[in-house]
């Protein structure tokens, strides 16, 4: 009679330390720009990327056995995080100014619009009808950067703020970031539906 040996189940990598690099960068970002205010706001972004990273231990524990789904997860929450701590420096810029609420209201509605159109973005990727779409990016991402130095240049001419347009010129990229990252927080069961659904 033969025994049969079971397989030992694949475990996903927490991969905690890329997060902490990158979030660790943005969040020295968020509370040094604009200057002043160094050691209040550093105690509030270490608070808000402990939460990020719990949040990842939490998903790590829920999907460990699903190495692609948490790998998936893992890069939307590195994404989503960059948008997270430079928002927060994009609204101490804007704080006491006029414009300070429709900013407000634009870093908000911009997530919320990301995650509304996830379905619509992960069509991009999954259906070969879509990808033409993809050639899009790249003009994108050219616009983004002349934008970017355009702001640059003209913050440190209008500005006391030098640091104004490179703040911009990072929101912009984090915007990008969060419009591509937003399909990767789908439940992996609808990503398979919705592949499914294209196959067909």
Do not use: D
């Not at 720009?33 to 608070?47: K, Q």
Request: net charge positive.
């Amino acid at each position: 009679m033969q025994s049969t040996t079971q397989k030992p189940r694949e475990i996903a990598e927490k991969r905690i330390g890329l997060i902490l690099l990158v979030h660790g960068i943005c969040l020295l970002v968020s509370a040094s720009y604009p200057e002043g205010a160094f050691r209040i706001w550093f105690p509030i972004t270490t608070g808000l990327e402990a939460l990020l990273l719990l949040n990842l231990l939490r998903l790590w524990r829920k999907y460990k056995y699903q190495p692609k789904y948490y790998y998936t997860i893992h890069i939307y929450w590195l994404l989503a995080g960059m948008y997270f701590f430079i928002s927060i420096s994009i609204l101490r810029m804007f704080y006491g100014a006029q414009a300070f609420w429709m900013v407000l209201l634009m870093v908000i509605g911009v997530f919320v619009y990301a995650q509304y159109k996830r379905e619509n973005m992960l069509m991009v990727f999954v259906n070969p009808a879509e990808r033409k779409r993809l050639v899009r990016l790249s003009f994108f991402i050219k616009i983004m950067i002349l934008v970017g130095i355009l702001l640059m240049a003209y913050s440190r001419v209008k500005y006391s703020n030098p640091n104004g347009g490179a703040l911009i010129f990072m929101y912009l990229i984090s915007v990008f970031g969060i419009f591509v990252g937003a399909p990767l927080s789908i439940p992996g069961e609808r990503i398979e539906e919705i592949k499914k659904r294209v196959n067909q």
